[in-house]
């Protein structure tokens, strides 16, 4: 008999071990394998929870990270502005497709 559940050997090898106890005690010990898939779920709700901690960190980096470089795109396409109404030779065309995409083009 396979299990269910095979997806979760590679990875989680503890919550696999425990479903397929589940899984096999299902006809035997019902009780029994209640008890497995409380372990089972308890087990998830601890990854669960380990993961969405680990990703709040994840994103709070990367926001910051993305904020500080938002900034730096913002002051350096004033900059540009700045120096093309000083200097109406210069262009602003190398820019303007990643303005465009960024959603930063300058209004003229």
Do not use: N
């Not at 479903?19 to 005690?25: D, H, I, P, Q, T």
């Amino acid at each position: 008999m396979t299990s269910q559940f095979s997806f979760l050997q590679q990875e989680y090898l503890e919550l696999y071990k425990l479903s397929e106890l589940a899984e096999k005690l299902y006809f035997i010990d019902p009780s029994s394998s209640i008890a497995k898939l409380r372990l089972f779920s308890e087990k998830l709700a601890i990854l669960h929870k380990a993961f969405k901690d680990e990703l709040i960190q994840l994103l709070d980096s990367v926001q910051g990270s993305f904020t500080s470089d938002t900034d730096a795109l913002q002051c350096s396409t004033k900059q540009r502005v700045k120096a093309t109404k000083k200097s109406p030779t210069k262009t602003l065309k190398p820019y303007a497709e990643r303005d465009e995409v960024l959603g930063m083009v300058a209004e003229e």
